[in-house]
């Protein structure tokens, strides 16, 4: 896949968590850039920072230091209401826990971001919720709840509605992590033909099989990104 | 058995250990309840228990002769009374008896007591045994001779003679005559007059010794109120087709003391006309239905705690049944808990109601009326309250009883479904509740908006006087021995001296005040006019003083006010209003007419406009006003009319009158404007309790609109998080919490239109002036609830709205 610049550029963030009198150092000084039309996966044992990263990627979450620079443009210090214009133009999220709405059918939840876009017009709307769930092959169950699909159907609306928006990329929190090893193998296919046809992808995930799917694949430990040889060191000490 | 008292145990820990909870439903309930039961202590205390000291009230009517009216004079003259009394066989027992003022004599000054003369089997028809002595029964052979004997009423026995227990064979002087006192009435009973307490029972044949009248044996004059027993299997239908058989024989007999309409119609005692039930028993019951309606939402806001509560404790039932308690267990432990709540909210509202039953006596102005409407909490109020507090406790706990047993515990315990967040079904019940409480609410407020409307309007009502500026003061000169011509002299020298007193602008006498249920009403037969077969001729009647129209500023149409010329020693002549003109003389010139009262002709000199005399929301009736220099009564009120504040006139009325009779009782000295409170005292008895139901509803559906939508907050809190993560901005977020509380009172409003379009006309008969369907009431209420509910949903939305969207994903 070609790259057509860098659609993402992070230096020297750090987050630290407050709590009473303890300061958690949750990210410490990481350096990433992400291209666009890449497809990243950011691994590391648990507590090692990489869902902090994605939260603030997204702009879930603000950094307590270091540049973010997302389409060359910083956000890290952006109003609340900006960063919930670019979150829904810019960012589609993928939850581990699919974070679908269980009072709305598939085709509400997957029309859900669009809602938020000013100015779009509802038959808009249904055209690309429509051309999501085509994508996914979920646009049979469009009427359907939740409550009323697999787990690995659920994932799938979820995709569907984290593309539905058109962003300029996917953040996939531990997309496979309440699946089963089939339905796992199939999201990840799913995201990798995604990827194929031009998303950009950072995924977290600490299952090296599903890794392995990515482009390139960034180590966290302790809040810093360290190469694959020091993650392994680092990971012995550790043990020891 | 056992289980019983471990489940007591457990819910009362459970109530223990969340004070804010037990706090918020006892206090909730309680105030539904306490609404109900101080209503329902008025009901108990006049319709349910229309004559205190009275057991089985329900076989007895009173009668009533000639056209129905809601102020009916005292129906039958005592030839009639007899005759219906010896001839009647569906009753069981038929008294007669006449209430009026009268006065202890022979000590220092006179003390005003109203007592009743009665007919000689009155205390063995009504079944009152007297606590000491005997009755009047022993009177019956002389019933028609004045026999000095006396029944002293308890509350008399105790304030005059100390409770004296050797008080039967004293003798005690009533206007100015000796009588013994025969007996002592229980502690309780107060006559047989709905809402009025008579202290004294005399022999009927007493008439001419205690008012100087000589009504014993005349059949044309009609002064008695007649009560009767129906007997077993009688109904008061069949009683009336008797007593009307006997009435028409004795019409037929005596045509010329029958004139006007003779029909005799009966009522139940709860509703009898003779007395202060008839004005109460459509308002009190119309009040209770609010109330209940206002315990209804208290019920509906207590279920939707219970829900929010169970779903709190979802994994304590869950460990219950997973270790073998049934649902019928938990629903019982549940049930317990409810009980308990509504028990304590009904412990709180009676206590609370020891103080508000005495509110009606309250709004009761200061009036010559021997008014004794007295409510308390006696046993029957006690376990009323504890019925509907167990039906409370039903009515608010049973759905979320049910819905709480009704959980699967294996997913409980799993803690599964965290794929999605929300539930299709979660919220409706506890949404539906808010609607209902809306609704409800709206209804509510709807009738107190119809109740203020229509005493705005009675009060905008022009009465047809002046009432600002004006002194009223009491007295009564039967007491101090006047002869007829002493009493017109005495009343003619206090008029011409008030009337010179510095700052008067003009005071007349009258034998009543307007809009104080002091007015008389009297048959009058017109010249010329030919009634309607069984028409009534009664009429309201004033007897009044020189200048009582320019006193009380009642336009004059035509002719000329009364006079000082107008004596005993010229031509008998009456004023008639408007109304009167235009019943019996419609497009004729009144003056110079006639109309007959008694056997005497009164020429009409003056024609007065309308005015209001005995409620607001009445039509103007026919009336006539006559000299009361040419027919006097000992009994009058001092009109006053100052320039300044008319209570600062007082000392010099009562040093004026003092100096022509220094020992003269004076009595209810007030303003005319105070006085005529009581002209819309059951109007604005309605008008207060509804309007408190009103503002109590509004507070309950703002707690539950709140609490809804909070608790729906919360539990969405995830769900925020992850539209957050999709973009929403918080300004969306706090738009779909309002649009959610948006929704449920729109629902509610829309439902609480269409009950209220249903309910409202039954109040119809309550209202004065304005529609049952009064657009306006129902658009202000509708903003009003709308604008309560929006607020009620600003701090949830304002919450959610500001949680971090990390955070809210990080909550399950």
Same mark, same amino acid.
Do not use: E, Q
């Given at each position: 896949m070609a790259q057509n610049g860098t659609l993402i550029e992070i230096e020297d963030l750090t987050k630290i968590f407050y709590t009473d009198e303890v300061e958690t150092h949750a990210l410490s000084g990481v350096h990433l850039t992400i291209s666009r039309g890449e497809y990243l996966a950011m691994s590391g044992p648990s507590g090692c920072g990489k869902s902090t990263l994605l939260s603030i990627l997204g702009l879930l979450d603000t950094p307590t230091g270091g540049k973010y620079l997302l389409n060359g443009q910083p956000v890290e210090n952006l109003s609340f209401s900006d960063r919930s214009r670019i979150r829904n133009q810019e960012i589609g999220f993928i939850f581990q826990s699919f974070n +679908?709405?269980?009072? +709305?059918?598939v085709e509400e939840n997957v029309e859900l971001p669009l809602t938020?876009?000013?100015?779009?017009a509802s038959a808009e709307r249904k055209k690309r919720v429509k051309e999501a769930l085509e994508r996914v092959n979920m646009a049979h169950r469009m009427r359907h709840y939740p409550a009323q699909l697999s787990g690995g159907q659920q994932q799938r609306v979820a995709v569907a509605r984290a593309l539905a928006g058109s962003p300029s990329i996917l953040l996939a929190d531990e997309p496979t992590g309440n699946l089963d090893s089939k339905n796992g193998e199939a999201v990840m296919h799913l995201l990798a033909d995604l990827h194929r046809e031009g998303s950009t992808i950072c995924m977290v995930t600490h299952d090296p099989r599903f890794a392995k799917h990515a482009q390139r694949e960034v180590h966290l430990f302790d809040g810093k990104v360290v190469s694959e040889q020091e993650l392994v060191k680092l990971t012995e000490e550790a043990e020891a | 058995m056992k289980n019983l008292w471990l489940d007591l145990r457990y819910a009362l820990r459970q109530l223990r250990i969340n004070p804010g909870f037990t706090a918020l439903a006892v206090g909730t309930l309680a105030l539904g309840i306490a609404a109900n039961a101080t209503i329902f202590s008025w009901i108990n205390a006049t319709i349910l228990d229309p004559i205190p000291g009275i057991r089985r009230t329900g076989k007895m009517i009173t009668l009533q002769r000639g056209e129905r009216s809601e102020h009916p004079t005292p129906p039958f003259s005592y030839p009639d009374f007899v005759d219906l009394r010896a001839n009647t066989r569906s009753l069981n027992g038929l008294l007669g008896y006449h209430d009026d003022w009268m006065s202890i004599t022979g000590g220092g000054k006179p003390e005003r007591i109203y007592g009743a003369l009665a007919s000689s089997d009155y205390f063995e028809v009504l079944g009152v045994r007297p606590i000491l002595g005997r009755t009047l029964l022993p009177t019956r052979p002389n019933e028609r001779l004045a026999v000095p004997e006396a029944v002293l009423g308890y509350s008399l026995w105790q304030s005059? !003679?100390?409770?004296?227990? #050797?008080?039967?064979?004293k003798t005690i002087e009533i206007n100015l005559h000796p009588y013994t006192i025969v007996g002592v009435a229980p502690?309780? !009973?107060? /006559?047989?007059?709905?809402g009025l307490r008579a202290d004294i029972w005399l022999p009927l044949g007493d008439d001419r010794q205690v008012?100087?009248?000589? @009504?014993?044996?005349? @059949?044309?004059v009609s002064w008695l109120n007649v009560l009767g027993v129906l007997k077993p299997g009688v109904s008061a239908a069949q009683a009336a087709n008797e007593l009307n058989l006997i009435m028409q024989q004795l019409v037929a007999r005596y045509p010329e003391a029958h004139q006007g309409a003779n029909r005799i119609s009966t009522d139940p005692l709860w509703r009898s006309p003779f007395g202060a039930n008839v004005y109460l028993y459509g308002t009190l019951p119309t009040l209770l239905a609010l109330a209940a309606v206002l315990l209804l939402l208290a019920c509906a806001n207590v279920a939707n705690l219970l829900l929010v509560r169970s779903v709190a404790r979802r994994r304590e039932f869950a460990i219950r049944m997973s270790m073998g308690a049934t649902r019928w267990r938990l629903v019982r432990q549940l049930m317990i808990e409810n009980l308990l709540v509504a028990l304590a909210g009904g412990a709180a509202a009676l206590l609370c109601t020891v103080w508000t039953s005495r509110l009606l006596a309250v709004f009761l102005p200061s009036t010559t009326l021997p008014l004794a409407m007295g409510a308390s909490v006696d046993r029957r109020v006690l376990v009323a309250t504890m019925l509907v507090s167990v039906l409370t406790a039903l009515v608010s706990g049973a759905v979320p009883a049910l819905r709480a047993s009704g959980l699967s515990p294996a997913a409980v315990l799993k803690d599964e479904s965290l794929s999605t967040t929300g539930g299709l079904h979660k919220s409706r019940l506890s949404g539906s509740l808010v609607v209902a409480q809306v609704a409800l609410s709206l209804l509510l407020l709807v009738c107190a908006g119809l109740f203020v409307r229509s005493l705005q309007n009675a009060q905008k009502v022009n009465p047809g006087f002046d009432p600002e500026h004006v002194f009223l003061v009491t007295f009564d000169l039967d007491p101090m021995g006047y002869s007829s011509a002493q009493g017109t002299e005495f009343e003619r020298q206090v008029m011409e001296r008030v009337n010179e007193i510095p700052g008067v602008e003009s005071a007349t006498l009258a034998d009543f005040s307007p809009l104080s249920f002091t007015i008389h009403s009297e048959d009058v037969i017109p010249e010329g006019y030919v009634p309607r077969p069984h028409e009534s001729l009664e009429v309201d009647r004033g007897e009044v003083g020189p200048r009582y129209l320019a006193t009380l500023r009642t336009p004059l149409l035509a002719g000329r006010d009364l006079t000082w010329q107008d004596t005993a020693a010229t031509q008998r002549v009456a004023i008639v209003n408007q109304a009167f003109v235009n019943r019996y003389w419609s497009g004729q010139n009144a003056i110079g007419k006639r109309f007959k009262d008694g056997d005497v002709w009164f020429t009409v000199v003056g024609v007065a406009a309308n005015g209001k005399y005995r409620r607001l929301i009445y039509h103007p009736a026919p009336l006539v006003l006559m000299p009361l220099l040419q027919r006097y009564d000992n009994e009058v009120i001092l009109h006053v009319r100052t320039s300044g504040d008319p209570l600062d006139i007082r000392p010099a009325v009562e040093r004026t009158i003092h100096e022509l009779n220094p020992n003269l009782p004076l009595y209810n000295e007030t303003t005319l404007k105070e006085s005529m409170r009581m002209g819309n005292v059951f109007e604005r008895i309605a008008v207060f309790f509804a309007a408190s139901f009103g503002l109590l509803a509004l507070i309950l559906a703002a707690v539950g609109i709140y609490g809804v939508v909070a608790y729906s907050t919360r539990q969405r809190t995830h769900e925020i998080g992850i539209r957050m993560a999709l973009g929403a901005a918080r300004a969306d977020v706090f738009r779909q919490v309002l649009v959610q509380g948006a929704r449920l009172t729109l629902a509610g409003l829309a439902a609480g239109v269409a009950v209220s379009l249903f309910i409202t006309p039954f109040l119809r008969g309550l209202l004065?002036?304005? /529609?049952? #369907?009064?657009g306006l009431t129902y658009a202000a209420v509708a903003v009003i609830l709308s604008v309560v509910a929006l607020a009620a949903c600003f701090v949830p939305a304002r919450r959610a709205a500001s949680i971090e969207p990390m955070q809210a994903l990080r909550t399950e």
């Open positions: +679908l709405i269980g009072d +709305l059918t938020y876009r000013a100015g779009m | 005059h !003679f100390a409770g004296d227990p #050797a008080i039967v064979g502690k309780g !009973f107060h /006559g047989c007059k709905t008012w100087g009248s000589n @009504r014993i044996s005349d @059949r044309g004065y002036g304005v /529609g049952a #369907a009064d």
